[in-house]
């Protein structure tokens, strides 16, 4: 099976990789994955970023045959009992390409607006363990029990914890096709790094008793240090774009609207079973939330526009439109200013007539570019130095050692784009 993508080239999966990857690609809930965004919103602001999370999962899944590769190469190093067999190179492709299964409508965003939504993990592990899917069916026709297992190598319960922490960890397969597709569809380069270079560089060590994956060497260095700096990058330029952000922002509101019009007992038609289930905090099933993605949501916001609840309408408008609102910075590490500024926004736009809640927003983009465990756990990276003994990634590292727990913060007041002088006016000095 041979695959032309436009981050890795030809990829070419044969023999057992295949069979797994091509029986799991032909079911219904892989490819809904072709209708969900992996950037969301972010198209609005980078046109070329209309990639889906099917081609991610197909990247992800190649990257982690290049790790089981490497892997082999190093088997050496390790027990036989902590050796790649047949199951766990089978599981953990599957892993890798079902990993974003769970994802709803406009990637992450889904989740967070609404109030009693479940984390996509959990959809995900809903989706490998219940019976009615194809994906379950599928995986127990490869081998019985395997949805089990893939679902605990997801959920980091699984026999060889290296492969675990390998599809979700400080340095996994998912982060590692994303920073690469993300960078080329947006057109930047922030994310670039050097990925053969990257595994080359891997080896296994020892810690309290388990193994895990290490950087070998000082030649690691350099590409374990630019992964981390792009990621940072990534998320500083692409990821928090103030655009995206205040596109997120009306998205927030336009659900916060649905949800109060459901409550009155006047939601909007269409409106998806899902949007009910969240807003009432009602159980929604594996099988309604599956309905759901970005053309079915993008459905309902044309409908919303030309419905009869103006507020709803002039959302769901705005946003198709592109008609974003404004961003302006706050003071970095100054809370009480960022709370004043909102508030005086707030009155500005209520002497307009408009609702403060729905159009003015204090948005705080914050991330932590190398994260590190302080409690002795095993998590995290590893670095073998020739004569010295082994130690995390964050001390081997200068640069990442900078990084290493620091919490980046950066907070922006979000209101609408046609008031901007009167809001300026009315906070300039809090922006001193």
């Known amino acids: 099976m041979i695959l032309r993508d436009p981050v890795h080239g030809l990829i070419a999966f044969e023999g057992m990789a295949e069979r797994v990857i091509r029986s799991l690609l032909d079911t219904r809930e892989v490819q809904r994955l072709r209708r969900v965004r992996q950037l969301g919103l972010a198209s609005l602001v980078f046109p070329g970023a209309e990639h889906s999370r099917f081609s991610h999962a197909v990247g992800t899944a190649h990257v982690m045959q290049a790790l ?33 299964l769970g994802h709803g409508p406009f990637s992450h965003l889904f989740e967070e607006v609404l109030p009693h939504a479940k984390h996509h993990e959990l959809w995900t592990q809903d989706i490998v363990l219940d019976p009615s899917t194809e994906v379950h069916q599928t995986l127990e026709s490869l081998s019985s029990g395997m949805s089990e297992r893939v679902a605990g190598l997801l959920s980091g319960n699984y026999r060889l914890g290296y492969l675990s922490r390998s599809v979700s960890g400080t340095l996994d397969v998912d982060r590692a096709d994303y920073l690469l597709r993300d960078s080329h569809m947006t057109g930047v380069r922030y994310g670039l790094y050097d990925l053969d270079w990257l595994l080359q560089a891997l080896s296994f060590a020892c810690v309290d008793g388990r193994w895990v994956l290490a950087i070998q060497g000082r030649k690691g260095l350099p590409p374990a240090e630019s992964f981390f700096l792009g990621r940072h990058f990534m998320y500083q330029q692409v990821y928090h774009h103030k655009a995206t952000r205040a596109a997120d922002a009306l998205v927030r509101a336009i659900f916060m609207r649905v949800s109060e019009l459901i409550f009155d007992g006047a939601p909007p038609d269409p409106l998806l079973p899902a949007f009910r289930a969240a807003a009432l905090g009602e159980s929604l099933s594996l099988q309604e939330y599956l309905r759901m993605d970005d053309a079915e949501l993008l459905t309902c916001l044309s409908a919303w526009e030309r ?45 307009k007539g408009l609702r403060p809640d729905l159009t003015v927003w204090l948005d705080i983009a914050d991330d932590v570019p190398y994260q590190e465990p302080t409690d002795g756990s095993i998590d995290g990276m590893w670095v073998t130095l020739r004569h010295q003994p082994l130690q995390r990634l964050g001390d081997a590292s200068f640069i990442l050692g900078q990084l290493r727990n620091k919490h980046i913060e950066h907070p922006r007041l979000i209101f609408p784009a046609e008031f901007r002088g009167e809001v300026l006016a009315a906070i300039h000095d809090v922006l001193d």
């Not at 009992?81 to 390409?97: F, T």
């Not at 008609?323 to 970095?332: G, I, M, Q, Y």
Request: proline share 8%.
């Open 307 to 351: 419905g009869s609840d103006p507020t709803l309408a002039e959302l769901s408008k705005r946003l198709r439109c592109r008609d974003l609102p404004k961003t302006v910075p706050l003071p970095e590490g100054r809370r009480a200013r960022w709370e004043e500024a909102k508030a005086r926004a707030g009155q500005v736009i209520a002497a």
């Open 68 to 100: 089981l590769d490497r892997i082999d190469a190093c088997s050496e190093e390790l027990p036989p009992d902590q050796r790649l067999d047949d199951d766990a190179r089978s599981e953990a492709l599957a892993a890798a390409l079902l990993h974003d």
